[in-house]
């Protein structure tokens, strides 16, 4: 594998060498007509590069942490998780499943991440002592060599979402949950948006992603959303504000979430204008 490690300018560089800018994707009328989204490479690069600096600061050392408060490490430009073995959370497990993923698109993945139970650092306090060892460099290259295929992964979780979201949903409600998908995902902006917000709060169908019986995944994003008099993506965003403000407020105080909420703001905010 080449080991070459990449910063956000570097892959902002070639991102601007391909000339991704000034490609129109037609993703968001592909899903509507088929359920699928084909993005051209430079459109995979663009929204890449979005997503790594919305979770990691476009950084490689961003690609592995660990949250103050959180009882498990994020990795990757989609922050997947890794929970410890016997320590399941409430939350969507991703990392395992973005690691197959990578496997099964020929990457060659180091043997003690491939055969893992679970994250091999068991504490944040470990997990920071050791973020110069070995295997954590090992780690960080995979991640850094591989932001196109986590792009992919992540475009395979939005295609898989809406059927998820629809047997969640009750039948009245149906309906307006897929119009509002296929509405959302008519423009390339909104394509990303979908994208990126199923990767960042998941498909909203867990009863266990809920405070008070409020969730605040994509499902809940588009059934918060109320008539669209522009751009859909536009109300998806303020759709997603309301949502991510609800889940704020009905949050245990001792999770102290109200310190991430202008970060998600400024993050739903971009929704307006894409990559």
Not at 14 to 32: H, K, M, P, Q, R
Not at 41 to 64: M, S
Not at 94 to 121: C, E, H, Q, T
Request: charged letters at 20%.
């Amino acid at each position: 594998m080449n080991r070459l490690f990449l910063t956000f300018s570097g892959f902002l560089a070639v991102f601007a060498i391909l000339g991704c800018a000034s490609v129109e994707s037609t993703a968001g009328n592909d899903l509507a007509a088929r359920g699928r989204v084909t993005l051209s490479e430079q459109d995979k690069a663009a929204i890449g590069r979005k997503i790594w600096q919305n979770e990691c600061g476009g950084t490689v050392a961003g690609l592995t942490s660990w949250n103050q408060g959180e009882d498990f490490p994020s990795l990757g430009i989609g922050h997947f998780i890794w929970y410890v073995k016997g320590r399941p959370g409430p939350f969507d497990e991703s990392f395992p499943r973005m690691i197959d993923y990578l496997v099964l698109n020929g990457v060659k993945v180091p043997a003690w991440i491939d055969n893992a139970p679970g994250s091999p650092w068991t504490s944040r306090s470990q997990f920071l002592a050791e973020k110069n060892s070995r295997q954590m460099n090992e780690l960080r290259n995979l991640l850094a060599n591989t932001v196109s295929h986590q792009t992919g992964f992540i475009v395979q979780r939005l295609e898989n979402s809406l059927p998820k979201m629809m047997n969640a949903t009750n039948q009245a409600d149906r309906r307006r949950l897929e119009s509002n998908f296929y509405k959302v995902a008519g423009t390339r902006a909104g394509v990303y948006a979908l994208i990126d917000y199923v990767n960042f709060k998941g498909e909203g169908i867990k009863e266990s992603e809920s405070y008070n019986g409020q969730g605040w995944g994509l499902r809940d994003v588009l059934l918060e959303m109320g008539p669209i008099s522009g751009p859909a993506n536009y109300e998806f965003s303020e759709a997603a504000k309301r949502t991510l403000q609800r889940r704020v407020r009905n949050a245990p105080p001792s999770r102290g979430e109200n310190r991430w909420l202008n970060g998600w703001m400024n993050r739903c905010e971009g929704y307006k204008k894409g990559v």
